[in-house]
């Protein structure tokens, strides 16, 4: 029995080495496993970082551009402003102008056309008769003299007041 009890031993040391092995292959798997899923979390926190600085990155990038485009567009709404006011001064000349020339050819159509019908006066001075003979035909002609305007009531010179 003896040689069976040692055999007996054997077999159960020889289990329990193998259990040991076991347990020892299972627990290098366990710890490689573990360090692969540490390897992968560490691997996928960096990669989703990365994608969030190339998104802020793109959102600056984006809010850069937009302010740039808002910028060209104040600008550009200023030099249309600036142009369309320069061709409304522009346009309100001309038609000043165009009123002034025109009011000048109206004028000098009218001082044509006086010119032409009659002459306004002569350069010499006409003299006709004397100042008593100018004052004695005023006399004659007075409604107060008794003259001209006598026939009308009131002796006003035929004015109906």
Known sequence: MAIGAIIGLLAAGAGAYSAYNQQKAAREAAQQAE??????????????????????????????????????????EQQNAQARQAAERQIAQQK???????????????????????????????????????????????PLSGGVGMGTPNATGGLNV
């Not at 600085?53 to 910028?71: D, G, I, M, V, Y």
């Open 35 to 76: 360090a692969a899923r540490n390897q992968a979390r560490t691997a996928a926190q960096e990669q989703l970082r990365q994608m969030q600085a190339e998104a802020a990155q793109r959102a600056s990038q984006f809010e850069s551009q937009l302010a740039l485009t808002k910028q060209q567009t104040q600008a550009f």
């Open 96 to 142: 000043q102008s165009s009123a002034l020339a025109i009011q000048q050819q109206k004028l000098q159509a009218a001082i044509q056309r006086q010119q032409n019908v009659a002459p306004v006066g002569s350069r010499v001075r006409k003299r006709v008769g004397t100042p008593a003979a100018l004052r004695t035909s005023l006399e004659i002609q007075s």
